[in-house]
């Protein structure tokens, strides 16, 4: 029942209602979704932050070893880790008082999801962010 985690008015909403994404699992290699899709919405107008602690810096930003060491608000946590990984990434989401969750297309972790929507954060799970959003613009 994945796809009660992808439900298209929920979707629409984080879309509209978000600035700032914090991406953890954001790769340097461009190759990879971890990279690709996260310079995507940076390219249309998303502020992106980078939450990996084999990195540095990212597309133009300092990166962070992990959520509680981002020094600014987040509305969105973007999910590219393994789901079995997935549980803390969302505790330190609702720490950090963030408004949603997005886990990426593949992953799926239906105990954390449902930590978030206890906590009161919006939840999309098994969707890439880059074709929700390519889709969305088309419907307007």
Same mark, same amino acid.
């Given at each position: 029942?994945?796809?009660? $985690? !992808?439900?298209?008015? *929920?979707?629409?909403? %984080?879309?509209? @209602?978000?600035?700032?994404? =914090?991406?953890?699992? &954001?790769? #340097?290699?461009?190759?990879?979704?971890?990279?690709?899709?996260?310079?995507?919405?940076?390219?249309?107008? $998303? !502020?992106?932050?980078? *939450?990996?602690?084999? %990195?540095?810096? @990212?597309?133009?930003?300092? =990166?962070?070893?992990? &959520?509680? #060491?981002?020094?600014?608000?987040?509305?969105?946590?973007?999910?590219?880790?393994?789901?079995?990984?997935?549980?803390?990434?969302?505790?330190?989401?609702?720490? %950090?008082?963030?408004?949603?969750?997005?886990?990426?297309?593949?992953?799926?972790?239906?105990?954390?999801?449902?930590?978030?929507?206890?906590?009161?954060?919006?939840?999309?799970?098994?969707?890439?962010?880059?074709?929700?959003?390519?889709?969305?613009?088309?419907?307007?």
């Amino acid at each position: 029942m994945e796809n009660s $985690y !992808r439900d298209e008015q *929920v979707i629409q909403n %984080i879309l509209k @209602a978000t600035h700032t994404i =914090a991406v953890v699992g &954001l790769s #340097s290699e461009k190759s990879k979704p971890g990279y690709y899709v996260p310079a995507y919405l940076q390219r249309q107008g $998303y !502020r992106i932050i980078p *939450v990996n602690p084999h %990195i540095d810096r @990212a597309l133009g930003e300092k =990166a962070y070893p992990d &959520l509680a #060491s981002v020094p600014e608000p987040v509305d969105l946590v973007l999910l590219f880790r393994r789901s079995r990984a997935i549980p803390p990434f969302v505790e330190q989401a609702v720490q %950090i008082g963030a408004k949603a969750v997005w886990m990426q297309s593949g992953i799926i972790n239906r105990p954390a999801a449902q930590m978030a929507e206890r906590a009161g954060l919006k939840v999309v799970m098994n969707a890439c962010m880059f074709v929700e959003h390519r889709h969305s613009r088309r419907q307007r």
